[in-house]
């Protein structure tokens, strides 16, 4: 019988045959190399052929869609976009990982701490992105963040009794929210009439009255503000029944002259109002801007301006936590006596952290921020999930328009296809620099 | 993540098409001796991949399923997708489409049948012929040849208005765009602005601005818009467009304010109406607004909500803008072609009326099955209007009216007097979308 094993003794010590020195290797390696070459190479190859031809594929196009790319407006912005995020994320979440990373280190909850900052990672970036575009609502009824806003400033500021108050006719000038003042001059006896629109009937107090004219006031200033409004619109300027007092609103007296606020009221419940004993001369009544001031309308965070740093922070929000894991894991394996050292020699806490721990942790520190550029690059989730249609345009990033131009209905294979390559040139340095950094930590 | 799976799934589909492409270059030839559509006892499986998701799909499981029951030797497999357009792309450009599809939009059949996608439907033209408008027959043919079959329209020419807010302002369903004009300004001095926008869907502001058009410019000049035989800057879209600022500079009468409907989309948009109180009097949209209303508020049909049709401008008389599904068939088998012609019929339209949020093009339907007055009102509205036309956003080719137009008229929703800017980028995006 011959032994089960097909090595004999005397074969192991030789080197194996040519041929198998290549198989051997490329049979563990084929499953990889099968996986690799119809998910990654030939979609990468098949999409850089497909750029150079038209949108329908049918034609060759050669570089056309390339110049397309810096001729669109929004894709220049995409690419101005994506600039400005590799300029600007890649830092702040390697900067705020590393501060989280420093101090959790003196921290009493550190565990505590560092899960809650890196459970973010544990959400989908869609969800992310759809969690942030809720927060970022305008109104303060729908949006958590300017919510917080204003009941911070509705301590410091307060609201109007009637803040869409607008005149009723032309009787009277100005528009809300600043003063709205009656256009003729009043003399003491004199009456006046301030007729405002705009208001909801929900707004004034229950059990209001209808508005009457007031009676003339001997010496003074006598007048009535009411909702100028009945069903169909009314007569504009004309105190009709039906139309509603309106109580709670500041009146001015202002010197006709300087325009100089003399006297100061507030109507009351029937909306009437009266300054008594005025000196002769001739006044302006106005109703007070106190009546109309809003309440805070809450910061335009998905508008056109502030879209794209608001994505950015949302974006910052989910890798902070997984940078300060990293950083956190390179400063535990830094020799603290070097640290120690320092501080006995008088270094300050500032000064160890500047000179000691911040080059020590150099490589790991690079990892990150790599890391980062090659993910900032393409965000993609983000975008679709917390940009309004309305400003697409201005959040938009190379990998959401490339999506966007050939997935999206519009059928433009050939020009997302030369952004998905135009894209790919950009992460070739970067994924190079990677692969550098790891052969010399190999070594 | 997700874009990952993409990418897999599109490789996956590649992969899968080469090999297809390789092992089996003609199987079309199935399709060509079966001319008889129906009558005949039809069998096979066919995949119907549609729009239509949640209530709807599980109404149009139902139209299928009166399909089955007539044909019993037929499996039919319903996929609904939300975005149909972008799954569809990547099927045909793997060349593994569905049987037969139901898309969004004419212009993304066009686009399939330029790409030669699309299999020819004339076998059931009389019966389409006999069930619909011209004007929808014409809007399924491309270059003579007729490819599409409106199952479920829309009437984009709607408003609808909060009826408590109109009683307190005292006024009534305006006649003409002068009545709607007063109305708005009425509805402000009540203390509730009149109009509702979701302009954070583009595609509210493009339905604003076809209706305005189709009633100022006529609907001849409408179909040479839509052709882009005449330029976007010309004076009939500055008319239109300076028409429609008296609406959108009027900024203190839309709910939020410029920036504030920005960000509504189209949903909050109609809920906002029938808030308590209101945050606007009336929103402008399609039918299907009253899906929204019954789904997402609890305001009753008649006393809290009710509708209107989008007022004539310069006596143009009553028209109707619209959208609709359409029906194409991308492989071509008897199975398909007796679905295609059972869809024509009146009864298929019936089964998914009555369960309601459905307006049937098909002008044989009886108006009884609808479930209440105001979908009665908007659908027969919409299968016997005299001048229809078709939602002209979803005509042109989609990188126009279904991208940059949308921004565009975004951006001048910012700054309605900027006319002449607006006219101008539109022609731009037009002129190069049209190649």
């Not at chain 1, 009493?108 to 560092?114: E, G, H, P, Y």
């Not at chain 1, 003339?216 to 007048?223: E, R």
């Not at chain 1, 794209?308 to 006596?337: C, E, N, S």
């Not at chain 2, 609808?370 to 939602?391: C, G, M, N, S």
């Amino acid at each position: 019988m011959r032994p089960e094993f097909p090595l004999e003794e005397g074969t192991r010590a030789q080197p194996p045959a040519p041929w198998r020195a290549f198989a051997v290797p490329l049979a563990f390696l084929a499953p990889a190399i099968f996986f690799l070459g119809v998910w990654l190479l030939y979609p990468t190859v098949r999409t850089a052929i497909r750029s150079l031809y038209n949108d329908r594929g049918d034609t060759f196009v050669g570089i056309d869609n390339y110049r397309r790319l810096f001729n669109e407006d929004v894709i220049f912005t995409a690419i101005k976009n994506n600039f400005l995020w590799v300029l600007i994320v890649p830092a702040l979440v390697t900067s705020i990982g590393l501060l989280f990373a420093v101090l959790t280190e003196r921290v009493r909850w550190a565990v505590a701490f560092k899960i809650a900052v890196f459970m973010p990672l544990a959400i989908s970036l869609f969800a992310v992105g759809v969690i942030w575009r809720l927060m970022y609502q305008q109104s303060p009824e729908r949006g958590a963040i300017n919510a917080a806003i204003v009941a911070v400033q509705g301590v410091f500021s307060e609201q109007g009794a009637f803040t869409q108050a607008q005149p009723s006719s032309d009787q009277l000038e100005g528009r809300s929210p600043r003063a709205i003042v009656l256009a003729e001059p009043v003399q003491p006896g004199d009456t006046a009439l301030l007729g405002l629109t705009g208001v909801r009937a929900s707004e004034i107090p229950e059990g209001t009255p209808d508005a009457a004219r007031p009676e003339p006031l001997q010496g003074g200033i006598s007048g009535v503000v009411w909702r100028d409004f009945s069903p169909g619109g009314g007569t504009p300027g004309e105190v009709e029944s039906g139309e509603t007092a309106l109580p709670g609103v500041t009146i001015e007296l202002r010197s006709a002259d300087t325009g100089r606020t003399v006297s100061r009221t507030t109507s009351g419940d029937d909306g009437t109002f009266a300054f008594e004993d005025v000196d002769p001369g001739s006044y302006r009544v106005a109703v007070g801007p106190t009546t109309f001031a809003a309440p805070f309308r809450g910061f335009n965070w998905l508008g056109e301006s502030l879209i794209t740093p608001a994505i950015m922070f949302a974006y910052i929000w989910v890798t902070a936590g997984f940078a300060m894991v990293i950083i956190a894991a390179g400063l535990a394996a830094i020799p603290r006596d070097v640290m120690e050292a320092a501080r006995t020699d008088g270094a300050s806490e500032w000064q160890v952290f500047r000179r000691v721990t911040v080059p020590l942790l150099a490589p790991v520190l690079t990892v990150v921020f790599v890391t980062q550029i090659i993910g900032v690059l393409k965000v993609f989730d983000l975008v679709l999930a917390i940009a309004p249609g309305s400003a697409r345009d201005n959040a938009t990033l190379l990998a959401f328009e490339m999506w966007r131009k050939a997935f999206s209905g519009q059928l433009q294979f050939g020009l997302g296809s030369a952004i998905a390559t135009f894209l790919l040139l950009l992460f070739i340095p970067f994924l190079i620099a990677n692969i550098r950094r790891f052969r010399t930590e190999a070594r | 993540m997700r874009k990952h799976r993409w990418y897999l799934l599109f490789a996956l589909v590649l992969v899968l098409s080469a090999v297809a492409a390789g092992c089996g270059g003609d199987d079309e030839e199935g399709g060509a001796d079966t001319e008889t559509g129906g009558g005949e006892a039809v069998s096979g499986s066919i995949n119907v991949l549609a729009v239509w998701t949640g209530a709807e799909g599980e109404a149009f499981q139902a139209v299928l399923d009166g399909f089955t029951e007539q044909n019993a030797g037929v499996n039919v497999s319903y996929q609904g997708a939300q975005d149909p357009g972008q799954v569809l792309s990547t099927a045909v450009e793997g060349g593994n489409p569905p049987d037969i599809a139901a898309l969004p939009s004419p212009g993304l059949m066009r686009d399939f049948a330029d790409r030669g996608a699309l299999q020819p439907i004339d076998f059931a033209r009389d019966a389409i012929a006999d069930n619909f408008a011209e004007s929808w027959l014409d809007l399924g043919t491309v270059d003579g040849t007729l490819y599409g079959m409106f199952f479920k329209g829309a009437n984009k020419s709607t408003v609808w208005y909060n009826v408590r807010a109109f009683e307190d302002a005292g006024v009534e369903p305006p006649e003409d765009w002068e009545g709607f004009l007063e109305n708005a300004s009425t509805l402000q001095s009540s203390g509730v602005p009149a109009y509702s926008v979701g302009a954070s869907d583009g595609w509210t502001l493009t339905d604003w601005f076809e209706n305005v058009y189709l009633r100022m410019a006529g609907p001849e000049k409408y179909d040479q818009l839509t052709n882009h035989e005449i330029p976007w800057t010309d004076q009939s879209v500055k008319d239109a467009l300076t028409e429609l600022a008296k609406v959108f500079s009027d900024t203190q009468n839309v709910a939020g304010g410029t920036s504030g409907a920005l960000q509504t989309d189209f949903p909050t948009s109609v809920t906002q109406v029938f808030a308590d109180p209101p945050k606007a009097a009336q929103v402008y949209e399609g039918d299907f607004v009253g899906g929204v209303i019954t789904a997402e508020t609890n305001a009753e049909p008649q006393t809290d909500f009710n509708v209107y049709d989008f007022p004539q401008i310069n006596d143009s008389g009553p028209m109707v803008v619209g959208g609709g599904d359409v029906v194409v068939m991308f492989k071509d088998s008897p199975a398909a072609r007796a679905l295609i012609q059972y869809l024509a019929t009146p009864e298929a339209a019936e089964i998914w009326a009555e369960r309601g949020g459905f307006s049937s093009p098909n002008r044989n339907v009886d108006d009884g099955v609808y479930p209440d007055d105001i979908t009665r009102q908007t659908a027969t509205a919409l299968a016997q209007a005299e001048v229809f036309r078709f939602d002209l956003s979803d005509l042109t080719p989609s990188a126009f009216g279904g991208d940059a137009m949308f921004s565009i008229l975004q951006d001048w929703f910012r700054n309605p007097n900027d006319v002449d800017g607006a006219a101008q980028k539109l022609e731009d995006a037009a002129a190069r979308a049209y190649g």
